[in-house]
């Protein structure tokens, strides 16, 4: 069976008018509309993760203030020392012990630090919608199959950042929705077909999706996982980002392939 994983083709990032848009995301929306209507009747599972966020979050401007009390811009960059030193400080006082210990643990991990993003994917938002030449395209491949795609919410816990599909960068104990989603990793894996993965942004949310599903994945599964590299874009000032994320896969044993290329590896019934 054959699946597409599709990580986060929302407005916010795929529309010129999203908050956080992504350059080029539109066109690879438009190109994996065109794979999805090609390729629906050899698809035998659509997977959809959606970036899904309060209005404040620890990873917003809405969160934050500077030590003269002024907001915090997006695109600003909290390490623990400068929280801990008063540089930058939640908007809610009571907060400040849960945010030096999440800081702390995230840096931990020597994966990321904390980064203040525009607000986007807020819920019930229109930039959290699926972009629509997707989102009509999944519904023609809905509509054949008889059942749904298999959508995943991420992100929604206000003090811990989800750039994975998988899990939290530091899951709390106190909410499942930030544990590990074995039902996700279950859905995705490659049992005898070809795992196809396309969305936004591959330097972040695709990059980080896909390496805790490899941590999941045999060899044997990684090597039957298609990248589909002409659908899916690098946030601006972050393509040595995307770049790393296509090179690694790669290195692990997976491909990549242009949309059009892709179809040739779902052989027609």
């Not at 801990?84 to 006082?93: K, M, T």
């Not at 994917?121 to 749904?148: D, F, K, S």
């Not at 989800?162 to 709390?172: H, I, K, T």
């Amino acid at each position: 069976m054959n699946t597409l994983l599709i990580i986060d083709p929302q407005n916010d990032f795929c529309d010129r008018q999203g908050t956080l848009f992504v350059p080029g995301a539109g066109e690879d929306m438009q190109r994996l509309a065109g794979f999805v209507r090609e390729a629906r009747g050899r698809l035998g599972e659509v997977v959809v993760t959606l970036d899904s966020h309060p209005s404040v979050a620890i990873e917003r401007p809405t969160f934050w203030k500077r030590a003269d009390g002024e907001p915090v811009a997006p695109f600003t960059q909290i390490t623990h020392a400068q929280a801990a030193a008063g540089e930058y400080a939640p908007i809610d006082s009571s907060l400040l012990p849960q945010v030096l210990n999440y800081l702390q643990a995230l840096e931990s991990q020597g994966r990321y630090k904390l980064m203040v993003w525009p607000v986007h994917c807020v819920i019930g938002a229109w930039g959290h919608n699926i972009h629509g030449a997707v989102l009509e395209a999944v519904g023609e491949w809905e509509t054949q199959v008889q059942r749904g795609a298999f959508k995943v919410l991420k992100g929604q816990n206000p003090l811990t950042e989800q750039y994975s599909a998988v899990r939290a960068e530091v899951p709390r104990a106190d909410d499942p929705r930030t544990l590990t989603n074995h039902e996700l990793i279950e859905k995705c894996r490659p049992n005898s077909g070809v795992l196809f993965v396309a969305g936004e942004a591959a330097s972040h949310c695709v990059a980080a999706t896909l390496e805790h599903l490899f941590e999941s994945f045999s060899d044997e599964e990684i090597g039957r996982v298609v990248l589909l590299e002409d659908c899916m874009s690098s946030v601006t000032g972050f393509e040595s980002n995307g770049k790393a994320c296509i090179d690694g896969a790669l290195a692990r044993g997976a491909r990549a392939m242009t949309s059009v290329q892709a179809l040739s590896e779902i052989p027609r019934n």
